[in-house]
């Protein structure tokens, strides 16, 4: 299915005719052109480039391109009226769709154990020596090792997070906004991928 990139602006809440106040965050879907597409007899699959930010410039000789600031592919089902230079919009997106949302979460830096896995820690009483420490993390001389995976002290967030089945509650054409429930990963500025999963809740 055709997606699109959008650009998170922040969080808000909007009221369902049942009176039920939902969280929704706010995307702003710049114009996405296609850049490029890709087909099952050339490539082995049907897909479209979108871009975004796109900025033209010109070589010594006088020649014009274009650059684009992002550019992501989807897969889709036909290339029917997908080609270079058609602009889409966020009536790709129509409200009470389900869409798929892709994108990278906050970066925290290094994190300890309690930050990082909710590790409770020992006693912060006077004259414990064990508060934020994760504990015992090896066994004895078989294996004599630590395994792969064991949860420690890193580098935590920047990870590349999918949700799937987010609701698309509203769709702002005059201000290209839509409204996705929900929280969507990264800040306030980043861009998120949205893909098309169904028109109906």
Not at 63 to 82: I, N, P, Y
């Amino acid at each position: 299915m055709i997606g699109l990139i959008a650009k998170k602006i922040g969080m808000s809440r909007v009221f369902l005719p049942t009176g039920e106040a939902v969280a929704v965050t706010y995307l702003e879907v710049q114009p996405n052109i296609v850049v490029r597409t890709k087909s099952k007899d050339r490539d082995g699959y049907d897909a479209v480039v979108l871009g975004v930010n796109a900025k033209k410039w010109k070589t010594r000789k006088g020649a014009e391109h274009t650059r684009f600031g992002l550019q992501k592919e989807f897969t889709v089902d036909s290339l029917d009226g997908m080609d270079a230079g058609k602009e889409l919009s966020i009536d790709v997106l129509p409200a009470e769709s389900m869409v798929t949302v892709q994108g990278m979460s906050k970066g925290k830096g290094f994190a300890g154990v309690v930050k990082r896995y909710g590790f409770g820690g020992g006693p912060a009483s006077h004259g414990s020596h064990f508060k934020r420490e994760p504990g015992s993390i090896g066994m004895r001389g078989d294996p004599g090792r630590i395994f792969k995976g064991k949860k420690m002290a890193g580098h935590m967030g920047m990870d590349n997070l999918t949700l799937k089945h987010r609701a698309v509650l509203v769709n702002d054409i005059k201000k290209n906004l839509i409204g996705i429930k929900g929280p969507v990963p990264g800040p306030c500025g980043a861009h998120v991928f949205l893909t098309l999963e169904s028109t109906q809740k």
